[in-house]
């Protein structure tokens, strides 16, 4: 099963502010935003009180936020008051971005997620687009696999809902589904090849080291499928990318970044899981699994960003081992400052 989830946010408001405490002093992200949260004065119709909420996406729990005005006299128990906030540290500032929803509003939505329920973690992307395939039985499903995330509005490019948005859905889903377990995703690595091809530029001393670069680069240079001989070799080098390439205090790829900094786990490097043009072009057809394990993901949330460590399976482990000895050199991302 595949479903859409839409939602639309109406009133956007940023706070950025300075580091100024110790790392010892700093609170929590709900903390943070509890404190800096806007006031916010609403008019009401005395008559029809309840139609001016700010309320949540999906108060009428049908998954579609765009019918929600229409259902407005059915769903009174889940109509109430609810604001949706980000929280994004770098090493000078905190972001604190939070985002009001209201029922009626234009029909073009914000984002959208798309979820597949399955009984498995998914390992490719064809399966969960085949609209001929039997249904899946619901009865069974234990996995949720979020495949697609879409900001639809150009205007808000870079600022980030899709945290909210899928905690929303796993609340949701947790209810509607209670035998759902596990909740991962599917997701692309848009700047492997790019990244591959600047990081194994540059000979090696080691003649080992330097025939290992010498294949991968080779296999790196085109936009061509790669050779299934480098497969251990190609997903290695994806683990890496993924956990150990930083700059400026967050990871390079911006998927990775997404996920990784609010609190999932990278579970998985997934070979030719992406046949198309562009999957190959920007990642030789590789995706990865990130699980948002409801236990860890606050601990993996605050590690990423003060430890500057990227949660990562011991399989995900194991493949970055493959590739090291090409990066020994290279010094391990810096925990953020005290």
Known sequence: MSA?????????????????????????????????????????DSSDYDADYLSSVDFDGDWDAKNNWE????????????VYYSVVETSTHWHL?????????PEEPLIFVEV???????????????????????KRATTAIFYSISNTQDGLRGVSFGDSLIKRVVDTLKEEFPKLKCFATLSPIPGLRAWARSALHAPRADAAQEALRTRLADAVAGDGVPPEGLREELSGLAAWYLTRAWSEGQVLDP????????????????WSADASVKGIAQSFGLM?????DLA??????????????????GAVERQVRVVEPLFAAEAAPQAAPA
């Open 4 to 44: 859409r989830i839409a939602a639309s946010l109406s009133i956007i408001i940023t706070v950025t502010l300075g580091l100024a405490a110790p790392a010892a002093a700093v609170p929590t992200d709900a903390a943070l935003a509890l404190h800096w949260a806007p006031v916010h004065y609403q008019d009401t």
């Open 71 to 82: 259902h407005q006299d059915d769903s009174l128990a889940r109509l109430t008051g609810a």
């Open 97 to 105: 971005v939070y985002g009001f929803f209201h029922p009626r509003l």
């Open 116 to 138: 597949a329920l399955l009984d498995e973690i998914a390992r490719s992307i064809p399966p969960l687009l085949d609209e001929s395939a039997a249904a899946a039985d619901l």
């Open 255 to 270: 998927v990775a970044r997404f996920h990784l900094g609010n609190g999932a786990r990278l579970e998985r490097v997934n």
């Open 288 to 292: 990865v699994n990130y699980v948002y």
């Open 296 to 313: 860890d993901v606050e601990r993996n949330h605050e590690e990423y960003f003060t430890r500057r460590h990227a949660a990562a399976s």
